[in-house]
C-alpha cells in the first residue's frame, strides 16, 4: 500500500512532537509519577482515536463547514490551553502547593481531546489525507487508526516515562519552576498560532 509509509511517518511525527498532550503527560508524571499518570495517558490515547475515527468518517469536515462551531471550539480550546499554561507554573515541581491535586482522569483526558488543536490538526490531516481510497472505505478508516493506535501510544507514553524520570531530578523547587515556565510559554504559543496561523486545524472552511 503506498500511502501506508507516508501515513506511519506523519503518525509517528505528529505524535512524537511536542504538543498540549505530551507535555501535560509529562508534567504528570513529575507531579505523580508513572501509576497513577496511566489513566491520563489511556484517556489521550482512547480520545485521540475516536476524534480521529469521527474526522474519517466526515463529522470532521462537517465540523469545519459550520463556522459557529468551529469558532466554538477555537474559543474553547483556548481557554482551556490559556488554563493550563496557568497552572504549568507549578505542576512540574512535585513538593508544591500549589500543583494539581490529582492527575487527569482517563474520561477527562479523552474529553480534552476535543478541545486540543493539536489532536485536531492530526486527525484531520490524517483523514483528509492519509485514508487509502479502497472500498469500502471502512476499511481504509480502520487502517488509518490502527496505524495511529500502534504509533501513538508509545509517543505519548515515551513522554510520560521522560516527565517519570525527571521526577528525581526536578525536586530542586528552582529547576521545576523554570521548566514550567518554559512549557507554560509553549502552551501560550499553542494558543496564539490557533488563532493567527492560516492552517488552523479547526477554522471555518471559508477563512483563508
Same mark, same amino acid.
Given at each position: 500500500?503506498?500511502?501506508?509509509?507516508?501515513?506511519?511517518? !506523519?503518525?509517528?511525527?505528529?505524535?512524537?512532537?511536542?504538543?498540549?498532550?505530551?507535555?501535560?503527560?509529562?508534567?504528570?508524571?513529575?507531579?505523580?509519577?508513572?501509576?497513577?499518570?496511566?489513566?491520563?495517558?489511556?484517556?489521550?490515547?482512547?480520545? !485521540?482515536?475516536?476524534?480521529?475515527?469521527?474526522?474519517?468518517?466526515?463529522?470532521?469536515?462537517?465540523?469545519?463547514?459550520?463556522?459557529?462551531?468551529?469558532?466554538?471550539?477555537?474559543?474553547?480550546?483556548?481557554?482551556?490551553?490559556?488554563?493550563? *499554561?496557568?497552572?504549568?507554573?507549578? *505542576? !512540574?515541581?512535585?513538593?508544591?502547593?500549589?500543583?494539581? *491535586?490529582?492527575?487527569?482522569?482517563?474520561?477527562?483526558?479523552?474529553? !480534552?481531546?476535543?478541545?486540543?488543536?493539536?489532536?485536531?490538526?492530526?486527525?484531520?490531516?490524517?483523514?483528509?489525507?492519509?485514508?487509502?481510497?479502497?472500498?469500502?472505505?471502512?476499511?481504509?478508516?480502520?487502517?488509518?487508526?490502527?496505524?495511529?493506535?500502534?504509533?501513538?501510544?508509545?509517543?505519548?507514553?515515551?513522554?510520560?516515562?521522560?516527565?517519570v524520570s525527571l521526577r528525581r531530578g526536578l525536586a530542586l523547587e528552582r529547576w521545576g519552576e523554570y521548566l514550567g515556565l518554559v512549557v507554560g510559554v509553549l502552551m501560550l504559543y499553542a494558543v496564539v498560532t490557533l488563532w493567527v496561523g492560516g492552517d488552523s486545524p479547526i477554522a471555518p472552511v471559508a477563512?483563508?
Amino acid at each position: 500500500m503506498e500511502t501506508l509509509l507516508p501515513l506511519v511517518s !506523519f503518525a509517528f511525527a505528529s505524535s512524537i512532537t511536542p504538543g498540549p498532550n505530551n507535555l501535560m503527560l509529562s508534567a504528570s508524571g513529575i507531579a505523580f509519577g508513572l501509576k497513577r499518570t496511566l489513566p491520563h495517558m489511556v484517556g489521550v490515547f482512547v480520545g !485521540f482515536l475516536l476524534l480521529l475515527f469521527l474526522c474519517a468518517i466526515g463529522v470532521g469536515a462537517a465540523v469545519e463547514a459550520v463556522p459557529a462551531v468551529a469558532l466554538a471550539m477555537k474559543v474553547a480550546g483556548s481557554v482551556y490551553l490559556l488554563y493550563l *499554561a496557568w497552572s504549568m507554573r507549578t *505542576a !512540574f515541581v512535585p513538593a508544591s502547593a500549589g500543583s494539581p *491535586a490529582r492527575p487527569l482522569r482517563l474520561v477527562e483526558a479523552a474529553l !480534552f481531546q476535543f478541545a486540543n488543536p493539536k489532536a485536531w490538526l492530526m486527525a484531520l490531516t490524517a483523514a483528509s489525507v492519509f485514508v487509502p481510497q479502497i472500498a469500502p472505505r471502512w476499511v481504509g478508516v480502520l487502517v488509518v487508526c490502527g496505524v495511529f493506535a500502534s504509533v501513538n501510544l508509545p509517543c505519548i507514553g515515551t513522554w510520560t516515562i521522560l516527565g517519570v524520570s525527571l521526577r528525581r531530578g526536578l525536586a530542586l523547587e528552582r529547576w521545576g519552576e523554570y521548566l514550567g515556565l518554559v512549557v507554560g510559554v509553549l502552551m501560550l504559543y499553542a494558543v496564539v498560532t490557533l488563532w493567527v496561523g492560516g492552517d488552523s486545524p479547526i477554522a471555518p472552511v471559508a477563512e483563508p
